[in-house]
């Protein structure tokens, strides 16, 4: 049942990292399971971003290993024969296998097909809605193109290779209700579109592992409402897993297949949404807790609850 | 030993002038991310304002004590140079404030351009000879290769560290010191909390104009002469030091200065004075190839 | 330029007080630099001369300019009545002064702009707010407007030659028209790093330079022609941009900025002191000048004028380097058009827009930057190439960190990424400076001494700063999308960013 335990698309181990003194993620471990929405949440300044960073190449981990098997089930002794062979990504018999602790940012995106969205939204605010989509399928043109040879000389291959990035682009305003807008700057939208934007766009690179940090921070209930159906169409028709970061509960219990807990650079909690919820280290957590006697104290507290509410 | 000994205190000199120049750029970098380029020629102006009043001094009012004339002098081309650097910021660039970032850039390029030519237009295009001052050598070591200071060597540097003491006394310990650091950090929110920020630019660039004036007149004093095109060479190296010492850090426009007035003098000592420019350039580059942020400056992570 | 509301009307007794503030610091600016010359005196001593007629001059100039400016609210009447008001106190002091009959047309000319301009102040301040003209019908016109100033292009020279003949219209095809199209040509080819990838170049001259010493060396030392050298300019010039570029590309925009600065000064330098390869300050002269693909513009028997059956005139050489640097330079253009709409153009407004986000969605930033850098440097060489052929003379002299000053403002001007823009700024700028050239006229009123060729880069850098404080995002700020799915509308300039690199 536990996806991330028996198909982990990322497994994420020992991840620490410092700026100078401060340890803004320490000795994390968690995995994403192949199809799944996961969610990492936690209180402000936990250190959710900063993992975000890691794995999309942003920063670079103090320590830790992080494995994407992209297209099968990952074997741990072959994750441990590539790490010790010192490269950075190599095709197994497993498929492809990603250590994205050595990759650059770019290459993540462009090779181990892990998209992201941010927490400030980063459109390119001077392009309009379309060219935004347009760039993003950047990898792809650009080889289509020849390397701009062929596409200096506008050759039908090339035509036909922007056909189809425009096709694609058009099909993702058409889910996130844009179409209309596809000609206006980016940064002339509403935030709310804005937002949607921004994930269409990291879903133009056509990703394996999709990463979104606060998307919903901003919205309204109606938008909130858009973006879980949103989420859950990519997960079960694009077939994209979801990496998830949002303060917003509502959403998060309503869509997530796994939730991991991080409180001040450590794992508090990782299960299903149901255990977590529940789970008297995440509630101590959120309400600032930190003593451990009152931890106990809410634990039982929570238990009475939860007997007296079946 | 001995030549190296009379290349450092020539390096040193040289670096003080090149310092003192390197924090207007700093400074002005700092508060408002934006590269002066006319303060290259903030500094010519200023030679020539001290020039102008060494010589109304001695002529036309016929002062005899060239201490007393010097004190006036530097005082006077402070003031004046200020008042100069403050119209300029009045004008070209505090319309520009908030708006496209090389606006402004293009903006201080015009005014650098106008500055040279203006001076060119009304003080003539020729060499300015200045009657030597403060010519007295002391020697360091004996023998006919010994080392020797000059008084203006030492005059120059004795200026820069006591004018470089208040001027950190100024940053670090008064109210403008603090309403400065904070317009750095945030502009938006030092308005909000009531620092007066038009102020607190228009005294950055009064300040660094009096520092470059210090630069300008101890620069007449040093070379003995003066030409309208003297601000451009100066004025990269200068900023070629703050760049180097880490742009935005006080002290780093210091040592960046000190830096590279050693590497120019030590080079054209040791190699050829042709290229001491492509080897100031040269030691900048690899430099920030290693160091991106300079030798003090803040190292700038992106905050993604 | 929109004043607030309590500007509207303007206060006579604040005007009063802002003017007298003004000419009070201006009496403060001008009272070293101005009042006192310097001056050598016989024996080489430098003395000094009280000189208090400048400085009083400055002062009245700016108290009447600010006082125009404190009671007119609208720029446009400011424009007028500030000229006016200089126009009519000239031509009342040459009236005085010199007697001359004319100084009372001129005064009443001054005084007619002054009254004009205080009439349609008065008009403007209760006039509405004008409504800008629809964004798509723009659209259509702009591309008649390019269509129309190309076919002008290629008749300019001809055009010319007809109604001044070969000797009167050398001056405008080859000091205004050849002059002026290789600074949009450097425009344009900055305009890629700059405009397009938003990095901050200020050593552009440099590649001009390795440009122009490439034919030089080539064609002097192993008799090399122009058709080989140019296509070898643009190669090593992107060679070096590449040089320089990998290393610092990955620099913050600032910093790029000085290594940038520091290249075109160390290549200058080099040029002045290795003499064994580029004989130093004296430069590299008797380059070969142009030929028609082989056939000389000389006056001999196989010359190009003898070929056609012409009289033989130095303009068709001149003709003919219009129409190269032409080429060349839509050559620029039609490439940097294509470019934008393809998948590395876009990727290049990207990064100014937004560097990270590029990276994030697989975007190789370096490669990405280097790709501008080298193409940018590949003009500037091309233009190089040119500017040696044509002078056939180059020396370190021409690549001084003004040229590089002067191709960015260009761009800034233009409005950075606008192509028709970039053309307009270099007309601007370029046509502006070669104007100054002709103010001999100026003599006859201000008497012999003055001469008005000492006041061209002054004026050019006054023009530098105003044009920047007038129009900060340039002449043509919007920005056209690369791509669209039904309608092409403009990008307000705003909302684009200028790039941090
Ligand atoms: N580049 C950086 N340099 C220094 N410290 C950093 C950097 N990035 C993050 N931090 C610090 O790491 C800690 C975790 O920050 P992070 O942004 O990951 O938190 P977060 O969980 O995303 O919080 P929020 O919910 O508020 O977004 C914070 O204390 C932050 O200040
Ligand atoms: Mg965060």
Known sequence: MSRWLTDPLLTVEGLTMRFGGLTAVSDFHFSVGRGDITALIGPNGAGKTTVFNCITGFYKPTQGRLALARTGVANPVEVEALTRSGRRFATMQSGDLFLLERMADHEIAQRAHVARTFQNIRLFAGMTVLENLIV???????????????????????????????????????????????????????????????????????????????????????????????????????????????????????????????????????????????????????????????VIAAESEIAAIAGDSP | MENFLQQLVNGLTLGSIYGLIAIGYTMVFGIIGMVNFAHGDVFMLSAFIALIIFLALTQLLGLASMPVAFLIVLVAAMAFTALWNWAIERVAYRPLRGSFRLAPLISAIGMSIFLSNFVQVVQGPRNKPVPPMFTDLIHLTDGPLGVTMSYKQILIMAVTAALLLGFWFVVQKTALGRAQRACEQDRKMASLLGVDVDRTISLTFVIGAALAAVAGTLYMLYYGVVNFTDGFTPGVKAFTAAVLGGIGSLPGAVIGGLLIGLIETFWSAYFSSDYKDVAAFSVLAVTLIFMPSGLLGRPEVEKV | MAAPLDQKRPDLSRALVDAGFAALVTFGLSFPILALRTEQDMQNRLIVEPRWSWSVIAVMVVFCARLLAGLLSDWRARALAIPGALIAVFGAHMGVTQALTHGAGITALGLALLIGAFALDARLRDAPAPVAAPRAERADRSRLISMAGLAALFLFPFVMLAWLGPQGSLKWINNYGVQ??????????????????????????????????????????????????????????????????????????????????????????????????????????????????????????????????????????????????????????????????????????????????????????????????????????????????????????????????????????????????????????????????????????????????????????????????????????????????????AVAGSLVREGRG
């Open chain 1, 136 to 294: 993003a399928q950047h990898n792809a043109l650009m080889r289509a193109s020849g390397l701009t040879l062929f596409g200096l000389f506008n050759t039908p291959g090339y035509r036909r290779a922007e056909r189809a990035a425009m096709a694609r682009a058009v099909g993702w305003l058409e889910r996130i209700n844009l179409v209309e807008r596809a000609d206006d700057p980016a940064g002339a939208l509403p935030y709310g579109d804005q937002r949607r934007l921004e994930i269409a766009r990291a879903m133009c690179i056509d990703p394996a592992l999709l990463c979104l940090d606060e998307p919903a921070a901003g919205l309204n209930p109606r938008e909130s409402a858009e973006l879980t159906t949103l989420l859950r169409s990519i997960r079960d028709d694009d077939g994209v897993s979801v990496l998830l970061i949002e303060h917003d509960m509502s959403v998060v219990m309503q869509v997530s297949d796994h939730v991991v807990v991080l409180d001040y650079g450590r794992k508090i909690a990782d299960g299903a949404p149901q255990a977590v919820r529940e789970d008297p280290k995440v509630i101590a957590a959120y309400l600032g807790v930190d003593d451990e006697a009152e």
């Open chain 3, 180 to 489: 002026i199209l290789i600074y949009v040509m450097l425009g344009w080819g900055l305009n890629i790093v700059v405009g397009l990838a938003g990095l901050l170049d200020l050593g552009y001259v440099a590649f001009y330079a390795v440009g122009a010493y490439t034919y030089a060396l080539l064609s002097t030392t192993f008799g090399l022609s122009f058709w080989i050298c140019l296509p070898l300019a643009g190669v090593l010039a992107a060679f070096w941009g590449v040089i320089l570029g990998f290393p610092v590309l990955r620099l913050r925009g600032d910093y790029l900025a000085i290594v940038t600065l520091a290249f075109g000064e160390i290549i200058r330098v080099v040029l002045i002191n290795w003499t064994d390869f580029s004989n130093g300050y004296a430069g590299i002269s008797s380059i070969p000048r142009v030929t028609f693909f082989g056939v000389p513009f000389t006056a001999a028997d196989d010359g190009f004028a003898a070929m056609l059956g012409l009289e033989f005139t130095p303009i068709h050489r001149t003709i003919f380097l219009y129409f190269l640097i032409l080429c060349l330079a839509l050559l620029t253009n039609v490439v940097t058009l294509r470019l934008r709409a393809l998948p590395i153009g876009r990727a290049w407004e990207a990064l100014r827009e937004d560097e990270i986000a590029c990276r994030s969605l697989g975007v190789n930033t370096v490669n990405t930057k280097l790709t501008a850098f080298a193409l940018g440097a590949m003009f500037g060489g091309f233009a190089g190439a040119f500017f040696a052929v044509r002078q056939n003379f180059v020396s370190p002299e021409s690549f001084t960190f003004i040229e590089s000053a002067t191709i960015l403002a260009i761009v800034v001007l233009g409005g950075m990424g606008s192509q028709i823009g970039v053309a307009l700024a270099a007309v601007a700028m370029i046509g502006g400076t070669e104007i100054l050239r002709e103010l001999d006229f100026l003599k006859q009123i201000f008497g012999e001494s003055f001469d008005p060729a000492q006041y061209r880069m002054l004026i050019f850098g006054l023009a530098m700063v105003v044009m920047m404080i007038w129009k900060p995002r340039g002449l043509i700020s919007s920005r056209t999308p690369s791509i669209f799915l039904k309608k092409r509308t």
